[in-house]
């Protein structure tokens, strides 16, 4: 009896020395699989919430040039994929920032229906929105020349 007792205890012991290790192993791979992964939809929703900044870029520069029966078909995809993205992101602060932006859906669709210039306004402020979610610097500002002064 002596002897099965010590062979289960040897073999317990020899059990534990090869599971222990692979166990602890293995625990330590899916740990990093698992911020892997978070990282990855990270990386996936910047480059998610880079393409409406792209789309929006756009919409911009359509209404910059006062084509606004194009602006407002560009507008309505816009904000739809503002509005998919902010059901999708696991970013608290994209999803803020998108949720912001889609408030703003009916005065920029008033403003383009009137053919507003001052849409273009709201339109830079949600360039500033995005690019700061993203952490891009903000976009330069144009600066002021001094007045030319007169040849005599």
Known sequence: MKKVLIVLVLLGIAYGVGYWPQRQGRAGVEERLARTEADLATAQARVRLAAILGQLLTLSDVVEAKNYGTAQEMSSRFFDA????????????????????LQMRDPVTAGLTR????????????ETRLRNALGFA???QPSASPAPTPVT
């Open 82 to 101: 503002v509005r998919q993205e902010s059901e999708r992101t696991p970013e608290a602060a994209f999803k803020a920032t998108l949720e912001s932006i």
């Open 115 to 126: 053919g507003d210039a001052a849409t273009l306004e709201l339109l830079r402020g949600f």
């Open 138 to 140: 903000p976009p330069p």
